[in-house]
């Protein structure tokens, strides 16, 4: 009368903890495929990642490479001797190194700015084609010599919707104002530290480049003999009517 239902404990017993075993095996053999099924998502997706970010490295390797031979054949656009094709080159060079969509250059002439060129502007643009020397902005670019940024909430103010970025031209040596150079629109990621230092460099390149040209112009013009036709220029017979 004991022997069977020990019997039957002992087997049940025994039958349920092999059975148990089964299951906790299949629970453990399910977990690990569920982690290799995430951890395969994991690889495809950083795999995924890892190309994209190959192919935007291509992409700007290529881009910079095309970009640094037309800066090049941009910049020599500004090694002119004459002051208009100098400031046809502005209008290549920034167009290269800014990627503006709306610029302009500004001469000083009469203790105001007058603009020389207008990249992009349209009809609609409430866009100023001189500055006085009341104007804020006259006053921080041209008398104080700096660079503003829409980015800083002051030169914003200063700025008032005529641009996002504005510098002096100024001759280096002499202290000479020669212009302003504006950029009024530009893309989003345009306008960033790095640029605005680049905006600085380009706008002492174009003010050396104008200078020298100028000064060339100005030595041209006393000079006795033509380059061009290599006859004797006006400038000679000017000294030689006192005489």
Known sequence: LVSTPVQWLVAAVAIGELRMRHVRERDAALRGLELARVREQETTAAYNRLTAIKDDLETRIAGQLRSAITMYQAARSLEKMDTSEVLLGVMEVVRVVMNPEKFSLYLFRDNVLEV???????????????????????????????????????????????????????????????????????????????????FSVLCDWIADAYVNARRFESAQSDAFVEPATRLLSYAFYKRQEPY
């Open 116 to 198: 020389s060129i207008g990249e992009g502007w349209a009809a609609e643009d409430s866009l100023s084609g001189v500055f006085t020397a009341d104007s804020p902005l006259f006053q921080e670019v041209i008398a104080r010599r700096r660079i503003v940024c829409a980015a800083n909430a002051v030169d914003e103010r200063i700025l008032a919707d005529q641009g996002v970025l504005a510098g002096p031209l100024a001759d280096r040596e002499t202290g000479q104002v020669i212009g302003m150079l504006k950029i009024e629109q530009i893309g989003f990621f345009g306008l960033h530290f790095s640029n605005v230092q680049t």
